[in-house]
């Protein structure tokens, strides 16, 4: 693979040299970031943090593991439900989109990741998973930003964030955006030129209010009619669970939809950041219904509504669902599990190469449990982030190794993938 | 560090320390601001204390009295048209809504008495131990206990004894259901036996522990994520906690209250952070709080999450060991520890560092009207804003970093909410008078410009909202 390094105001590629060199880096590595740098500036990233704790032995059942059944009982997705991947793991059923697209070579799993972090804290966790650090609190920023940064020199980067908090992830030294749905308001039309004015020089409310203007402009192009249905919710309570299910999933699925439509714009954003919640489910979670299989089907109308938005960008993108650890391996007292350590990711989108589970499965065997209660890490969460930034984004692995994800040279990225 | 001057001291006792001035506010507290704080301790605890748990309980009742009634509802529904399951939906969804409705209330309530009351200082101190000890009501059945959690376990102890604060709270409906404490079963207890005996070969075992409320305890609520805990302790704490559990429906008399269910304890002495604690019933885990309340890393965490809170994300570190200091020689008395952050001059830097919440925001926002939300509709804006009533993300609480807040989208949002509320309270007020009675020395020449040159009232009210003092404290 040695294509012309010629690029259009890409990837400089003097700067890529140097940084190989300065690496020692072989001429592999040089051959594979040349072809990148050529059409670089389509590729899309989407991270989407699964918070609280999401049990991966849900999400991709490993049916087919003998022990999978006794350690889960009442909660264990039955075989016979779940959406076949291989002789070991299936998809939760609630990820019918996911599957369809596992079948079409586009999504697969990572059914052993975890972060170097092992206290089994949400906060603790989500903190280094986001910061990209070996530890808790080394660091305040989060690696995607650090990759906008280390990619912002050769082009434009713009990197959006879904809902009105930051997430720690995308929080950093590069302005980036951010977005959720619902009506800006009306009033003085002044009123945006004359705070602009008020936060000159406020290093804080300067660089924030401007990028939410452009991006509240931005929201007025896109299609908002699939906005509505946020606030639609309250009003149609009547209909029950199932009802409320349903609108949770087209309101997830229109989030999906709008965003994408970000995407697609010109200046829109390639580097996204969204967070999906309440997978903490230390008391009754259910097995093909129930709780998680909620949670779940939310995620996977999310995932749906951005592939049917970014329409042929999909061929471009990669989105990758995270969380902080998995879950304990047993059934807990209570119908539910806590806090553990493996757990899956799920990797979709057009870009991706098909194959089968990307790293090893450890097993459920006694003696192969994490301190005799979790599923084994064997994929570092940085290794999986450092492989999809390296070949999917195209940022070196000197710059991986040591400014996006601090003193991890010894974590090899997953290549591959893309 | 040269003290400011008694003026800008008022307007950093105001907003800093309080909720935000209220018209004439400043000039209240101008001839001694420290001493018009140190006031606002009071030993009877916060404003809207309740002194029983019978709200609590009534609410656990009403919706345990739902349930059943949706249970039947749908088995009623069996084989009936549409029309016919809907007339006997209708009841329980009329109840829900009641039950909603009463969230909603106290949550209103609460926001009332921020706007109105003469004692910021006093709320936002409440306010904090609150958000400490959260009772999130993201599920149906925390969402109408959180008002009352407050209420009950929280407000009446915020200036007495940490340790009280800890029982308290833990022994609560509110955070023993929101943590899922109320199933925690010891698996060697008498009723894991008779569950075992009974459920032979049933899919799930009914009879376990739950660690949720231990770590949450360990992590969040005393010693802290460094506190040199381990997963075993996590465990250990677990067991000494089975048996903190409520009453259910066939206790009438006790339904939605604190019980110790001997049954379930599991028994037998137990070893947390290296300290044996033999078997002593409910008071074990008493005992394993009290000396985790004692411990000097919860003074610690504690006293750096007080300073973070009221000063700056990062705090000078004199001030929080003048505040650990404070907590361990009067053995964690927290108006002790009020008393001394009013004293500490490190706490009145000039220079606002912290970033509102949006509830502060809000609240501050209705203050310098003079006003307070007349429905719960109102403060609608705080969902957009990104801390909607009543539900932080996490036992975690609210975040309090400007990082958090001070995104793109929830500037945007509170210039929404600034516009839609000067639009209809702006017309018939002085916004030169509004912008000095609410920052007062604080006001900035080129904000006080701004809102003098503004084309319309809605227009200078809006700046002042949105001014970069005011978004401040």
């Known amino acids: 693979m040695t294509r012309s390094p010629q690029s259009s105001g890409g990837l400089s590629r003097r700067g890529l040299l140097g940084a190989a060199g300065a690496a020692g880096l072989g001429i592999s590595f040089m051959g594979r970031s040349a072809f990148a740098a050529g059409d670089l500036a389509g590729r899309k990233l989407v991270v989407i943090v699964c918070r609280g704790g999401m049990d991966g032995l849900s999400v991709s059942p490993p049916v087919g593991d003998p022990d999978y059944a006794g350690l889960r009982r009442g909660i264990a997705i039955p075989a016979e439900q779940a959406l076949r991947l291989d002789d070991t793991f299936g998809l939760h059923p609630a990820l019918a989109s996911t599957h369809a697209l596992a079948m079409k070579g586009q999504a697969r799993i990572v059914p052993a990741m975890a972060s170097p972090d092992r206290a089994r804290s949400h906060f603790e966790a989500q903190d280094v998973l986001e910061t990209g650090a070996a530890g808790v609190y080394s660091t305040d920023s989060g690696w995607l930003n650090r990759a906008v940064q280390a990619m912002s020199p050769g082009r434009r980067v713009e990197a959006l964030s879904v809902g009105a908090t930051a997430p720690l992830i995308l929080r950093g030294k590069a ?43 931005m929201a007025q192009t896109a299609s908002m009619s699939t906005m509505q249905t946020e606030g639609g919710m309250s009003g149609q309570a009547a209909g029950g669970v199932q009802s409320l299910i349903r609108q949770g999933q087209t309101a997830a699925r229109g989030i999906g939809e709008t965003v994408a439509g970000f995407m697609t714009q010109p200046r829109g954003p390639q580097i996204v950041a969204m967070s999906a919640e309440g997978f903490d489910t230390h008391a009754n979670q259910g097995a093909a219904q129930g709780q998680l299989a909620n949670r779940l089907l939310y995620l996977d109308a999310l995932v749906d509504g951005l592939r049917t938005g970014l329409g042929p960008e999909w061929a471009n993108t990669v989105v990758v669902c995270a969380t902080e650890f998995g879950r304990t391996a047993r059934i807990n ?36 449990l994490f301190e005799g209660r979790d599923t084994a890490p064997t994929v570092d969460s940085r290794a999986l982030f450092k492989g999809l930034l390296g070949d999917h984004m195209g940022i070196d692995r000197a710059t991986l190794d040591s400014r996006v994800f601090p003193d991890s040279a010894s974590v090899a990225p997953v290549t591959g993938l893309v | 560090m040269a003290q400011p001057s008694k003026d800008l001291m008022a307007a950093i006792a105001a907003t800093r320390f309080g909720l935000g001035a209220r018209p004439g506010e400043l000039s ?41 009634d949706r249970r039947d509802a749908r088995r009623a529904a069996d084989g009936k048209t549409p029309e016919e ?47 400490h000890f959260t009772v999130s009501g993201i599920k149906l059945i925390t969402a109408t206990v959180v008002g009352p959690f407050e209420q009950e376990a929280i407000r009446p102890r915020v200036f007495g004894r940490f340790e009280d604060l800890l029982i308290a709270s833990t022994a609560h409906p509110g955070m023993l259901l929101y943590l899922d404490q109320v199933q925690s079963i010891g698996p060697n207890s008498r009723a894991a036996e008779f569950f075992k005996r009974r459920q032979r070969g049933q899919g799930q075992r009914p009879g376990g522990l739950n660690e949720n409320l231990a770590r949450e305890i360990l992590e969040l609520h005393t010693v802290g994520v460094d506190g040199g805990y381990s997963q075993a302790d996590v465990t250990e704490f677990a067991r000494c906690l089975t048996g903190w559990s409520i009453g259910g429906q066939r206790e009438p008399d006790k339904m939605g209250q604190f019980v110790f269910r001997e049954l379930a304890h599991e028994p037998g ?48 570190p004199a001030l929080v060991e003048a505040l650990e200091r404070s907590w361990m020689t009067s053995g964690g008395d927290l108006s002790a520890v009020a008393r001394t952050l009013i004293a500490s001059p490190l706490a009145w830097s000039p220079t606002p560092e ?6 502060e925001y809000v609240i501050s926002g209705y203050r310098v009207i003079g006003g307070q939300p007349a429905a719960v509709e109102h403060l609608a804006g705080l969902t957009g804003m990104g801390q909607r009533p009543f539900s932080a993300p996490s036992p975690k609480g609210w975040p309090d970093e400007a990082a958090y807040w001070a995104t793109p989208d929830a500037l945007i949002k509170r210039m929404a909410w600034a516009q839609q509320f000067s639009a209809v309270v702006a017309p018939e007020r002085d916004p030169d008078a509004m912008a000095q009675l609410a920052l007062g020395a604080r006001l900035s020449p080129a904000v006080a410009r701004a809102v003098a040159r503004a084309e319309s009232r809605p227009e200078a009210l ?9 978004l401040r404290r």
């Open chain 2, 28 to 68: 209240e507290a101008a001839s001694d601001p420290q001493g018009w704080l140190t006031a606002q301790i009071t030993p009877r605890g916060a404003d809207l204390g309740l002194a029983s748990n019978a709200l609590s309980a009534s609410r656990v009742r009403s919706l345990r009295e739902y349930q059943t």
């Open chain 1, 175 to 217: 302005q980036t955006g951010s977005w959720s749905p619902g009506p800006a308001g009306e009033g003085s039309p002044r009123l945006p030129g004359l705070l602009t004015d008020l936060y000159a020089g406020d290093p804080l409310l300067a660089p924030a209010f401007a990028k939410g203007l452009d991006t509240e402009a």
């Open chain 2, 269 to 316: 002495a137990r070893t947390v952070m290296g300290k044996r604690y033999s078997e002593d019933g409910v008071m074990q885990a008493a005992a394993v709080m009290k000396d985790l309340a004692a411990s000097p890393a919860t003074a610690r965490h504690l006293c750096g999450k007080i300073a973070r809170h009221f000063v700056s994300d990062t705090p000078p």
């Open chain 2, 462 to 470: 809006s700046l002042l909202l949105m001014s970069p003092e005011f």
């Open chain 1, 333 to 368: 007292g209570t119908g539910g599990t806590d806090h553990g350590t493996g757990s899956t990711a799920l990797l979709m989108g057009g870009s991706l190469k098909p194959g089968g589970i990307v790293g090893d499965w450890p097993t459920l065997k006694a003696n192969a």
């Open chain 2, 85 to 131: 399951a809907q007339a006997e939906r209708d009841p329980v969804v009329a109840a829900r809504r009641l039950i909603r409705e009463s969230a909603a209330e106290d949550f209103l309530a609460r926001a009332r008495l921020a706007a109105t009351t003469p004692a910021g200082f006093r709320e936002r101190w409440a306010l904090f131990w609150c958000n």
């Open chain 2, 354 to 359: 912290k970033f509102k919440t949006p509830y």
